[in-house]
């Protein structure tokens, strides 16, 4: 079985071109359906806003944060992640980290969630 998580950053594998969606490690280009992706980018970015699911409070529905002016969101459908902008959720992640860069460069305690999460600013 194949790892589900990011040895370096601990984010679910997400690859784009070969290498973490996040932190830039290499990778393997395989990656599922990336089920802990909320929950992950909630613990990472305090500054991003969570639904829960109404029954099972553990469960994130939805996702969003605003970077650049930009708004992303993700949200959990049937089983399936549900993405805007729409992109490949390694594409989605490598989207918002661009944004996120952007925000960084003018907001020290962003710089320092983002580093403190291992994940390479753009
Ligand atoms: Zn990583």
Avoid: I
């Amino acid at each position: 079985m194949s790892r589900l998580t990011c040895e370096v950053c601990a984010a679910p594998v997400l690859p784009l071109h070969g290498a973490c969606a996040f932190c830039r490690s290499p990778l393997p280009a395989t990656g599922g359906e990336p089920d802990g992706l909320l929950n992950y980018l909630m613990e990472k970015l305090p500054r991003g806003e969570a639904r829960r699911a109404a029954l099972n409070p553990q469960r994130l529905k939805r996702f969003r944060v605003v970077a650049a002016s930009q708004m992303f969101e993700a949200r959990l459908r049937q089983g399936g992640l549900e993405l805007s902008p729409q992109l490949t959720p390694a594409d989605w992640v490598d989207h918002l980290l661009q944004a996120l860069s952007e925000d960084a460069a003018r907001d020290a305690s962003l710089r320092t969630a983002l580093s403190k999460a291992g994940w390479a600013l753009r």
